[in-house]
Structures are given as C-alpha cells and as structure tokens.
C-alpha cells in the first residue's frame, strides 16, 4: 500500500521581523522527494501484513504565514457514469484524489491522480480561520462570516476517468474555469465548522439561547452526527450556537458561468445519488432512486441550457453548442425551434446552432425529418452557408425533403456560385424524384463519366448512405439505383474510386450490388474485375482473385443459358489492362472450342484461363474449386491441365495432352518446357512420342510431333549425346538426317 506524503512548510509569526527566509518554492510529483524534508511511516501494527511505501507528491515553502485545514479528498468513478446502469469500475480505489490546504488568505487545491497539478488557487476577501472542502463547493469561516466558493473536482474526475469527455458526443466545464464566491452570510463569533452532506454545521460563541433550545432547533439528522466527543468539546463554553446553513442561489455571475457552476454540482449530486443508491434498500432505495431521476432530468435541462448558451454565443467555443445538446437528448427538431429566431428580430441563427445542425446531418442515422423541418433546414442554409446545401441535401435525414422548392433553391445557387459537378448530381436527383427522366439526362450529361466519379467522391452520400442502428448496413439512394439500369459502368466506377479513397470498404460495397441493387450474377462481378485493376492492397487482390475464380467457375458449370447482362470489360480488354489477367497461352487455343458455346460461356472460360495464366492467382487457392469441373470437355480439360502445369507437374501433364489432343504436344512444348526444364524434350517427350509412333499404325500427328521434337533435340545435344537416345530396335535410319545436322553443328571450325 502507498502512502502519500504532501510536505508543507510554514513560518511562525512568531519569529523576528528580520527572520530570513528561502525564496517561494513549489515542487510537484516525483521532484517533491528532493525536499530534505525526512519522513518516515509509523508501524501501527494494523497493516494486515500489507507493505507501505511512500510517495513525495507535493512540496510548498511559504513565508511568514500560519498553515491550516490540510485536506485529502477523495472522488469515485460515478461522478460520470451518468448512463442508466453504468456502475463503477472499482469500489477498493477512488477515481481521483484531491489535496486543498488553506492559509489565512489564500487557498489551493490540487488534484494528486494522474500527475499533481494545481486546479484552483482561491484569494479570500479576509482573513480565513478554517476551511473545509466538499464535491460541491468550498465551505470557509472567518470570525464574522461564512464564505462558499465553487470547486472543480467533478470537471477533473470527469477528465480522469474518460479522456475523451471534450468531443463531439459530451462535454464538462474546465478545470480552468474561474472559481467564484457563491455566497458570504455574517455570523458572530464563529469558532469552526463542519460539513454533513449538504449541510455546513457552524458552530459559533454567542450566547443566543440555551443549550436546549439550541439543540431542539438543530436538523433531525445532526443528532446522530454531533457525537458525544464533540458536545464534550463545547460542554465548558457558554454560549455556544449550533447553525445549520443550506445553500442559497449565487448573484452576479454570467449566465454560461452560473451554467457550467449548476453542471458541477450536479455531477456531484449525481455521484452522492449512486453511492446512496447502492448502500440503501427497500423504499429509501426506491426514494433514491427517484431522486437519481429528478437529478438526471436537471442535468439534461442543464445541458440543454448550455447547449443554448454557446448555440447563440459569439465564435468563442461555439462548437461546444454540439455535446450539450446531445447530452441534453434534444431532438434536432427540438432543437430547431429553440433557436429558432423571433418574428421581426434582426438576430438569425448563431453559429454554434449551424456547428450542430452540420455535425447532424453529417451523422449516418435512419431517422428523417419531417418535410415541414426539412425544408426548413435547406433554407436556413441557403441563407447562412450556401456551400453547404449539397452535403445538406445528400443527408439521409433530408428524405422528406420537397425536390421541387429544393430545386429552385440549387438553380439560384448555381447561378450565383457557377457550375459544379456535386450541386449539377444533386439537381439531378431531385429531377429523378420530380421523374423529370429529360431533364434528369440532360444535367447528368453535362459532365463526363470521369467527371461525375469525382463529384461521387467529393459527397459520397449522393450514392451511398451508411444507415445508423445498432447493425448499420451501407445502402444505395434513389440515384444509385437508376444508375445499375443506365450507367452501369459510371456506377461501376464511382464504387470502385469511393472504395480507393476509403469512403466505403469491399463488403458493404458487395452488400450494395448482391442485396440492394439485385446484381448477384452481373454488375457485381463487373465491380470485382474493376477493382481488380484499381486496388493495390494485397489482401483486396487475393479476395477478389478467389471471388472471380469462384464465378467463372459457377457459370461454366452452371449450363449454357445466356444471360441478359453483357460484361462491361471483356476477356480481351482484362488482359490488354489488368496485370492479373494473363495472355493465354498460345497451346490454349487450340484446346479451346471455337462456336461450341454461347459467348457469356466463352467469356467465363477465357477469363478463368487468363487467371491462371497470370501471376498473381494461388493455384492451392482454386484446385478445391476447379474440382466440380468434368475433365469430359475439352475445355474442362484445358483447366486441369493448366492447373497441373503451374503446379510444375510437366511429365504427367506431357502424358495426359498426348492422350487427348496430341495436336497441341509441340506448341505446349514450345511454351513450357523452356530454360531449366528444356531437358523434357530428350527425357520425357522423346521417349513418349517413340513409343506412342511405334504403337500406332498411322498417326501423322505423333509423327510430325516426332519430328519437330527431333529438330529440337538436334539443336541442343552434342552427337555422342544424341547417339544414347537412338533406339536400338533397327529404326535407326530414321535418326540419321537429325544425327547429320547434329554432327555437322559440333564440326570445328
């Protein structure tokens, strides 16, 4: 167990006018422990057998002055968990610590997690007897008043806890904020003070009324609390006067400020509200419990209130205006018309108003608003920020929103700001609702293909919306859906560049063209062979590679019946384009039949033979799959035999085309067996066309095989070497002419 030492060093009045002391001194964290203040930790005998060590965290040397009112303050997680149900993460260690002391003038509060950092220095008007630091406010007397001052614990716990508290989804005042006094109430010999929840207990010398009397005015629950060590304390003294003081409403504070006070103090209520409700039980748990309600309620009031406050305020931290309304649970319509401006007033919208309705309508959510708030959105920024209204209009939230009285709205911007591709597709898709199809044509035709993918990656939501939800599931709009039946290929193009610019990933693109476009068999395949071409991401390679030979596989197995979609890239333009589709290899085309299926079955067949004539497509990958396929065809045939070949499997490979189409033997050997296997021709070829010629009764294919591998073998062995090939069953003349022109190659010069 640690223990924390906090080393503060005072000089007593006491001591001469001329006393000489060190210069102020402030060391923090781990430079606290070079302090030569020595300290050691007592041994109590109550460890539990725990070991304790100790940490320096704080040094301060003042002047001539009198310390008082140290103070260790703990504060656990639920100062935050403001979410029904949330419950702390640890009950064994506090969220946060604090550490205040106070002098007769000036007090300070640290915050020790985390770091030791200094969150609020308080200057009191005069001179302080006692200090006394709450979750809600500092509580201070002086001989003739008591004084309250705000705090900052809760901004900081909430910082602690979650780092991510100032974003665009929730918010906290800062710890940086100005602290204030909240309230100064005289009293007449104060002597201390104390706090009960929220209750501050001052006890004072004035001998207003009996003891008795004094006691039956005090609050029910101070009974308990007044323990019989402090009535001993005071039992001597005369005159002594018990108050009980609640807080009262704070005056001459700014309106945001008197907010952000109210914001604290009610995440420390809410954190007093979670520890009551778990230790309580029965009807007070029940009481609590609506207690913890009431409170929530207030905070989101708070936070609409803050929401309103920096929506309507100057440019200084209008952007704030966005967590507190969504902290408040505000609908945007709700939030609309609480900004909305007065009749006749020559205000207009703020800017943190504007900063929220953008960050909504930039949101993915499966909520619309109505056509009354929708249009009432579309003018608002017609007036405010005119270059907002195609990312306006490309919201889903602006489903409902009427194309007609949009439409002039985007004429007179375009008259005004010129001609671009993004505002010409937006006019374009409230002519497709208005199902003006001329007038949609002639804007979509301004610009070229090219052009009009461009406009799609600038504001992808004119194609796509991501859906909100628990599951969301990117969906098409009403334009993407008229582009798979009149431009496919434009479609095609803008999914593949919004995908190459990260606006969309592989699987809800393929969700788009399976699902909600119904393109399973056609221009989903022509997206995969487009992105094929364009992506550069291994892993996207490897999947689409498995995907394509999946497909072509399907479709050759799948019978002969033409299908009403043409492929927008043809076999011929994927080799002449794609790196991964591979020229055919020349022996292929004779294996090929040449009107012996339909086009899209040829289309099938070439692709998938381009793509294991390429470099890229794993043959271990796509053998499983090539598996359904009968070795009955010639074309089945012709992808086995591929298979084998990238598998290196020449010899049963020069076996097994000798057996069905020994036609093509010499242009395969022409093309494989080259560079390190050309040493086939004499090993493997030689012997298997000998002996399949000698088989044979007539076969002038074998023969003109025979002889063309000869012309080969001749060319590349030495005479003695070529003499070990010659059988020895009489047929040696045969040999003769090709043992000549290898002789005559070796003659010296």
């Known amino acids: 167990m640690d223990s924390v030492f906090v080393c503060l060093e005072d000089y007593p009045e006491e001591q001469s006018d001329f006393l000489l002391v060190p ?100 200057q009191y008007p005069e001179k302080v007897l006692q200090a006394v630091l709450t979750d809600h406010l500092l509580h201070v007397i002086t001989r003739n008043a008591l004084q309250s001052f705000t705090v900052r614990c809760a901004a900081a716990a909430a910082r602690i806890e979650d780092p991510y508290i100032d974003t665009t989804m929730k918010a906290c005042p800062p710890c940086s904020l100005e602290v204030c006094a909240l309230r100064m109430q005289l009293f007449i010999g104060l002597r201390t003070l104390c706090v009960y ?99 929530e309620e207030a905070f989101r009031q708070n936070c609409a209130q803050l929401g309103d406050s920096f929506s309507r305020g100057g440019q200084k931290d209008y952007h704030l205006a966005l967590p507190y309304y969504r902290m408040s649970g505000l609908s945007v319509t709700e939030v609309m018309s609480r900004n909305r401006p007065l009749p006749g007033s020559p205000h207009s919208y703020g800017p943190g108003f504007l900063f929220y309705l953008k960050n909504y309508l930039l949101e993915e959510t499966d909520q619309s608003l109505s056509q009354e708030d929708a249009d009432e959105v579309t003018r608002i920024f017609s007036q405010s920020e005119p270059s907002m209204l195609v990312s306006v209009c490309a919201s889903p939230c602006m489903m409902n929103v009427d194309p007609a009285a949009t439409l002039q709205i985007l004429q007179r911007l375009e008259e005004t700001a010129g001609e671009a591709v993004p505002l010409t597709i937006t006019m374009a ?91 399973e068999s056609s221009l989903q395949v022509d997206f995969w062979e487009a992105m094929l071409m364009a992506s550069s991401q291994d892993a996207v390679i490897q999947e689409l590679l498995f995907r394509l030979a999946s497909v072509y596989i399907d479709r050759l197995t799948a019978g002969e019946s033409p299908t009403q979609h043409k492929s927008l890239k043809s076999a011929d333009d994927l080799i002449s384009c794609c790196s991964h589709y591979g020229a055919l290899y020349p022996w292929l085309t004779i294996l090929n039949p040449a009107h012996a299926s339909s086009y899209q079955h040829q289309e099938a067949l070439h692709k998938l033979q381009s793509l294991l004539c390429g470099p890229s497509l ?42 069905r189409c020994p036609q093509a033997i010499i242009a395969y050997a022409n093309h494989q067996l080259q560079d390190k296997h050309m040493a086939l021709w004499w090993q493997k070829l030689l012997p298997e066309l000998c002996s399949r010629t000698r088989a044979a009764a007539d076969n002038g294919v074998l023969l003109g095989a025979l002889k063309e591998t000869l012309v080969v073998v001749a060319m590349q062995m030495s005479p003695a070497e070529f003499l070990e090939l010659l059988p020895d069953d009489g047929s040696a003349s045969y040999f003769l002419p090709h043992l000549l022109t290898c002789a005559q190659r070796h003659l010296p010069a």
């Open 618 to 659: 794993s043959i271990g990958n796509v053998a499983p799959l090539l598996e359904s396929l009968s070795e009955e065809t010639l074309w089945g045939f012709s992808l086995h035999l591929l298979c084998a070949t990238r598998r290196g499997q020449y010899g049963r490979s020069i076996e097994r085309l000798l057996d």
């Open 429 to 519: 898709t409230m002519m497709l609702r208005l199902g003006n199809m001329a007038q949609y044509t002639e804007l979509m035709e301004r610009h070229s293909e090219m052009l009009l993918v461009y406009g799609f990656i600038e504001e992808p939501r004119l194609l796509l919306h991501a859906g909100g939800g628990k599951h969301p599931q990117v969906c098409p709009t009403a334009l993407a859906g008229q582009l798979a039946d009149s431009q496919p290929g434009l479609l095609v193009a803008a999914m593949v560049a919004l995908h190459e610019n990260n606006k969309v990933q592989l699987e809800p693109a393929d969700h788009v063209f399976k699902v909600r476009l119904g393109c």
């Open 197 to 295: 929840g929220r209750h501050v207990v001052l006890l004072s010398t004035a001998d207003t009324e009996a003891p008795e009397e004094a006691e039956r005015h005090t609050h029910p629950k101070m009974n308990k609390y007044l323990t019989c060590s402090l009535r001993r304390k005071f039992n001597s003294c005369t005159g002594i006067c018990l108050g009980v003081i609640l807080k009262t409403n704070p005056q001459g504070l700014s309106l945001r400020h008197l907010l952000s006070e109210a914001h604290l103090l009610l995440r420390s209520s809410l954190l007093e509200s979670s520890e009551h409700r778990q230790a309580s039980e029965g009807a007070r748990k029940m009481a609590i419990q609506t207690q913890r309600e009431e409170l």
């Open 23 to 122: 210069k102020h001194q402030e060391l923090l964290g781990d430079r606290a422990g070079a302090c030569d203040v020595p300290v050691s930790v007592e041994q109590t005998g109550l460890e539990d057998r725990r070991r304790y060590t100790l940490s320096y965290l704080l040094f301060r040397c003042f002047s001539v002055v009198i310390l008082h009112s140290l103070q260790l303050h703990p504060i656990s997680f639920e100062i935050i968990s403001l979410s029904p149900g949330k419950q702390s993460a640890s009950v064994d260690e506090p969220a946060c610590m604090f550490c205040f002391f106070s002098l007769p003038n000036v007090g300070y509060l640290y915050s020790l997690r985390g770091g030791v950092e200094l969150l609020s220095t308080y």
